[in-house]
């Protein structure tokens, strides 16, 4: 049976990695998304609470394995731009330690953002940045191998400021087609993981993004907003059409977790599992719909 996971976004690094697997074991998640940077750092490698060893991923292993939970998937540190594209290396640096801590974690996958230019707004700049992005990637493959990890491209939008305004727009890989082609070019090492709240962001046609990537879609980062800011909401509370995409996602016959983004900062301590079992209950209705439970 696919399993129920959610990220620590808000909690894990507030709580501590053992507490918060323990808190997601108690509500009913059997698996975690792992962030592997540290909130407000995030091209920065951090296992957790300022530890720059991938070793500390055998110890979390098995505390999660005590409770019950698995790493489902990780999240690798991101943010790198266009000025990071002279110093490829020290990128790569940054992925192959993520990819060695993935596979010390138990886990198979691992999420990747692309390095994005600021002025890759819709299509200006977009197959250079494309690119750029195959050549990081291809060079990368040999680390994910070595680790049996797979890297999941992540369907992204860039941030566009004015005097006073900003608005949210698409760029590399915010459709499914140009991730089902990258994925398609980087070969059996790559996957995709879709981002339903980036998604709604860029206006996608949910059912088509779906659609497109197929049997490339490997893994899920669920959460809803209203259109105009990555709010990383629970279910329900945006207007993501959420329920055209879980259709989708049993049309396509999606075999991996449903994992959720949501963001979990400003709920106190004393409301954390409440929230926490709104998330797992949704997943579990998510769960029986697509699997005909």
Known sequence: ?????????????????????????????????????????????????????????????????????????????????????????????????AAEATSLLGCKQMVIHPLKFNDCIRDYRREECFDLNIEIFRKLTPILKDTG????????????????WFRLLPTIYSSGAELRRAADILGDSYGVCLDSGHANITKEDIAGTVTAIGDKLLALHLHDNTGDRD???????????????????????????????????????????????????VGAAFRRRIDGE
């Open 1 to 97: 049976m696919r399993k129920i996971s959610v990220a620590g976004i808000g909690y894990k690094n507030r709580l501590g990695v053992e507490k918060s697997l323990a808190l997601i074991s108690r509500v009913g998640f059997n698996a975690m998304d792992f962030s592997l940077y540290a909130e407000g750092k995030y091209i920065e490698f951090d296992i957790a609470g300022g530890r720059k060893d991938p070793a500390r991923a055998v110890e979390i292993r098995r505390r999660a394995e005590d409770v019950g939970v698995v790493i489902g998937q990780t999240h690798a540190p991101f943010g790198f731009r266009e000025e990071h594209k002279g110093d490829i290396p020290a990128v790569l640096e940054v992925y192959k330690r």
């Open 149 to 164: 990890v797979t890297g999941l491209l992540e369907n992204m939008f860039v941030t566009e400021h004015g005097d006073g």
């Open 231 to 281: 709010d990383h909401l629970p279910p329900y509370f945006g207007n993501m059409a959420m329920d055209t995409l879980v259709q989708g996602l049993k049309e396509i016959g999606y075999k991996g977790n449903l994992n959720f983004e949501v963001r979990f900062d400003d709920v106190p301590d004393e409301s954390l599992e409440s929230a926490l079992r709104y998330v797992y209950e």
